[in-house]
């Protein structure tokens, strides 16, 4: 099993932490990892907003490359992921609309064929290797941890191409989380958007949005949330430490990639997960694992 | 909004704008919209919103070019596809202003965090710098470095399709 890592902007920016547990786990699952030399943006919505045909090419160009290295794209990032596996799966159709990108993309002499595909971290670990496999792995799990699973927006919606199972109600993650001991609560607003798309063109509206994420994670009685995107953990993290500030209010969640949740019960230490550059002290999390730290 | 009270005069009406938001692919499923409301019932941020999602793709089939496109509710969609995937006409809403902000941003503006953002992918090929904490950060926990980005490809890309232009002036 060999994947392209798209690492997107946000992560090596701001969460190696979600990088570094991402290649540990793969390591002890022995899913090989290829960086992406040349990468570029995937052409977010922000992009989209903008230009339609630019929305279009960045996407492609990212493509292209992945199929140069003969490989399947493995994306980190929901916003990522929903722009690339959007585009190659409209790339795919439309045969105009290829034309048109390949002229642009002709510079570099890439091309997009259309002979790659894009999968999420979780989809990769979920069908392509399976949760038994991962269950016979695990060392140390959880005990009475509740977690609460965030999916994000562009993981799960437009679900004719995010195919992450019922878009009403998504299993993958939750499934993902219970294989390490911990319960996957339910929390009222677990699949409306945390805001982080909206943070770039008005801030009070995501300050909003996550407040109220926030106010249902912590009714549900979880002790820490879940996350499968960086742009979502900006809000789960940066900006709640933002929002008990601006409203007097103390949540104490911990914001935990679901590779350093399951790189713990795998028996990786903290530091290798990169959980020294959780902004929230996860320690509480430590204190569930059947035997402590190993 | 009390200005939405106001009554719509014909002579104020673009009717080519609806052809101008279609023409964009992701604005092709406009027309099919019956006003069911079913949009702005799944949106989260439509209590924020100055006009909410089914009145502006009601207002943009009309013709309110100049309410519709300096609109704030626009650039408040959180894209999170709530409403694309509740629509029973497929209309997808969320993408039909994605086709009216792309008109927007160009003959209005666009808000100044998204502009910050388009510059940095014009300047290094990616939406944020990876600064030398975050270097010193991958070192100490034993990752590759970040591999090297084509900001020249981006740059052609922006180029060829006059999004250049937009952030640059």
Known sequence: ?294 | MMSEKKPIRLNDLDPKFKYEVFNNPDGKNLFYCFQCGTCTATCDVAELMDIVPHKLIRMSILGMRERVLNSKAIWICTTCFLCSEKCPQKVDPSQAFFAMKNIAAKEIGMPDGIKAFAESIYDIGRSAEVGDFEEEDREMLDIPKVPVTNVDGVRNILDVTSLSKMIKG
């Open chain 1, 1 to 294: 099993m060999k994947y392209a890592l798209y690492l997107g902007c946000t992560i090596p920016a701001r969460f190696n932490n979600y990088d570094a547990s991402t290649r540990r786990i793969c390591t002890v699952l022995g899913i090989e990892l290829a960086d992406m030399e040349g990468w570029s943006c995937c052409g977010p919505v922000h992009v989209r907003s903008l230009n339609h045909d630019a929305f279009v090419a960045m996407g492609a160009r990212n493509l292209a490359i992945a199929e140069d290295m003969g490989l399947p794209i493995m994306a980190l990032c929901n916003g990522c992921f929903g722009a690339l596996k959007e585009t190659n799966d409209v790339l795919k159709e439309d045969e105009e609309l290829r034309q048109k990108v390949n002229e642009i993309l002709k510079k570099e002499d890439l091309e997009f064929k259309g002979t790659t595909e894009v999968k999420h971290l979780v989809q990769v670990l979920y069908h392509d290797y399976g949760v038994n496999k991962i269950e016979e792995l695990i060392q140390n799990p959880f005990k009475d941890l509740k977690a609460a699973v965030h999916y994000g927006c562009h993981s799960i919606r437009p679900s004719e191409h995010a195919e992450m199972g019922d878009p009403e109600n998504p299993r993958i993650v939750d499934e993902l989380v219970e294989v390490t001991g911990a319960e996957s609560v339910s929390w009222p607003l677990k699949l409306i958007c945390c805001g982080a798309p909206v943070l770039a063109s008005d801030e009070d509206v995501a300050i909003n949005l996550i407040k109220r994420k926030l106010d249902s994670v912590k009714s549900s009685g979880a002790e820490c949330t879940v996350q499968i995107c960086p742009f979502c953990e900006v809000q789960f993290e940066t900006m709640q430490v933002r929002v008990e500030r601006d409203f007097g209010v103390e949540y104490g969640l911990p914001a935990i990639f679901y590779p350093q949740l399951l790189g713990l019960t795998l028996g990786i230490s903290p530091d290798l997960l990169g959980f020294n550059l959780n902004r929230i002290p996860a320690d509480p999390i430590f204190s569930k694992l059947t035997e402590g730290i190993l």
